[in-house]
């Protein structure tokens, strides 16, 4: 489904601040694969999930989607497959723009866009459905401008709308983070009742150990730039949070030695 | 103000509206704040003149609207793909577009067009003629706008200027949409320079001076006044705005004041309506800390 081969990027190269990034990343997801990736901040999550959806270009490597190599492929063309979600709520939706606006720009991917009305009156049945599913009652606030949603309802319609026309890739970057417990737990088992509907390939970014062991099929752990740990099958099903804590200090700690290696 | 100045005013209001119309797509609805409108406003007056003069004014109308969009075209290229910041894109364009149309003018600065039919013309025995033919243009576009914006082509560009990391993740390429976006709006600025070419028989040079702040400032007092948030609401706020300026002008040129001291104004009016919320807020702000000063003193 999607394969990453010998992926680098570096930032600011050159410059006594290069920061490499992501360094020969290899990885193969198989199709309905829900991997969960954990990581310290500046471990290269956020830089992995920004080369396959073509923010920039990588420096070296290739990156392939369903057999196609898109590693060149501009952002929004490759939108078409990829869908995507930050941990900002407001990131994913247009505030000044009704509900139903929202969903009908996400529903336009992939279709044509012309002169059609941009909104008629079959989506709004389908729109109406569709939200009906978040069980938010948002689906008699059609007209209701987006701006006006509070994180977390913002948050699972943008869901909703990364997923109106199923991707062949999902990318959650820590998309719960931002919400207080309880509807992080509502958009968590969004999130994991429509992947599962929809067979999305589905990669997510997160900081809880719990989760990233729950949800989904396989957990990778990233550590400057590379994948330092790929638990799937019976290893992943025997692992507990603690041990995924040991490892994940084990590494952190390693980082700790070569700093005062550095400073020393 | 006499009946007749009153009639002008509107007349005059009814073409203006659509500049204003112009910066409501690439200033409110884009996001952009657009500069080329001065150098478009003043392109389309100029081969609006020049095609009415040598051929025929419909023609003149028509190539008008054309250059118009030219002009938006390059700005957005600017912005795009150059990746220059959309004053100083709208800057360049301005500047660049003073020397083509001089040229367009051949090197006159001022073309008139006393012996030659104009687009109202044939109505110029009728009391109301022009009014009339101002007032069927400027619906014509309202209603394109209105039937444009519900489109999803339409939808796309308002979306662009909401949040354009969205609109790239639905697979949208938002350069296209600024570059659809720019060209309309200098393509309805355009038109504006051409009716009013043909309004006053005559293109001057200077013409589209300050017109980025007539536009906005006209826009601004038609939100002010009649706006509500829906699209087609703004605008018709939008005309209602410019015609509103144009009475306001003529008001004060009944009065005996300098019209270049209007500009002042427009700009004055700009401002204060774009600053409005911030002063309001320190205000707040100020009797907030007076009233926490008294209840720390008591």
Do not use: F, I
């Given at each position: 489904m999607l394969e990453l081969r010998k992926v680098s990027k570096s930032f600011f190269?050159?410059?006594?601040?290069?920061?490499?990034?992501?360094?020969?990343v290899d990885l193969t997801l198989a199709p309905g694969d829900f991997v969960t990736i954990i990581g310290g901040n500046g471990a290269g999550k956020s830089t992995l999930f920004n080369a396959v959806a073509g923010n920039f270009l990588i420096d070296a490597g290739n990156i392939l989607l369903d057999g196609k190599n898109i590693t060149f492929l501009r952002d929004y063309k490759r939108a078409r497959q990829i869908g995507r979600l930050f941990q900002?709520?407001?990131?994913?939706?247009?505030?000044?723009?009704t509900i139903e606006e929202n969903l009908a720009m996400a529903y336009l991917r992939g279709i044509k866009k012309g002169v059609s009305l941009g909104l008629n009156k079959k989506d709004e049945e389908f729109f109406r459905e569709k939200l009906s599913?978040?069980?938010?009652?948002?689906e008699d606030r059609l007209k209701t401008k987006m701006g006006l949603l509070s994180g977390g309802q913002r948050q699972a319609v943008t869901l909703m709308m990364a997923t109106i026309v199923p991707p062949k890739l999902l990318l959650l970057d820590e998309h719960t983070a931002a919400l207080d417990p309880g509807t992080a737990e509502k958009v968590s088992e969004l999130t994991r009742k429509i992947v599962e509907r929809d067979h999305i390939t589905t990669m997510m970014i997160t900081h809880n150990m719990q989760q990233s062991l729950e949800m989904g099929n396989r957990t990778i752990m990233m550590d400057e730039g590379r994948i330092v740990l790929d638990l799937k099958g019976e290893e992943r099903a025997g692992m507990t949070v603690d041990g995924l804590l040991a490892l994940f200090r084990a590494h952190s700690e390693k980082e700790g030695d070569n700093d005062r290696l550095l400073l020393s | 103000m006499t009946l007749f100045a009153l009639q002008g005013a509107v007349e005059l209001g009814l073409i203006y509206a659509l500049v204003a119309l112009g910066l409501f797509v690439?200033?409110?609805?884009?996001d952009i704040p657009d500069l080329t409108v001065d150098g478009s406003f003043t392109l389309g007056a100029a081969v609006s003149a020049v095609f009415t003069d040598a051929a025929h004014p419909y023609l003149g109308i028509l190539f008008a609207v054309a250059a118009g969009w030219c002009a938006g075209m390059v700005s957005a290229f600017l912005q795009t793909k150059l990746k220059i910041q959309p004053i100083l894109a709208g800057i360049l364009a301005m500047t660049g577009l003073y020397s083509i149309n001089l040229r367009v003018m051949g090197g006159r600065s001022m073309v008139s067009l006393l012996r030659v039919d104009t687009v109202f013309s044939p109505v110029s025995g009728l009391p109301l003629g022009k009014l009339l033919v101002a007032l069927c243009v400027t619906l014509l576009v309202c209603l394109f706008l209105v039937l444009f914006f519900r489109t999803s082509t339409g939808l796309c560009i308002r979306a662009t200027g909401d949040n354009e990391t969205m609109v790239r993740s639905s697979s949208i390429n938002t350069d296209r949409m600024k570059f659809l976006g720019l060209g309309l709006a200098n393509a309805l600025v355009g038109l504006s320079g051409g009716l009013i070419a043909q309004y006053q028989n005559s293109a001057d040079m200077n013409t589209g001076v300050g017109m980025v702040v007539i536009g906005l400032a006209s826009l601004i007092i038609g939100e002010a006044i009649f706006g509500k948030p829906s699209v087609p609401r703004n605008i018709l706020a939008v005309v209602l705005g410019a015609i509103i300026y144009r009475i306001i002008y003529a008001f004060v040129m009944a009065r005996g004041m300098a019209a270049s001291d209007l500009k002042l104004i427009s700009a004055v009016i700009v401002t204060l309506a774009i600053s409005y919320p911030v002063v309001t807020d320190r205000y707040r702000l100020h009797k907030l800390m007076k009233e926490a000063a008294k209840d720390v003193g008591a």
């Open positions: 190269p050159g410059t006594p601040n290069e920061r490499r990034a992501l360094v020969d900002d709520p407001l990131a994913g939706t247009a505030p000044n723009m599913e978040l069980g938010l009652g948002l | 690439s200033y409110r609805v884009l």
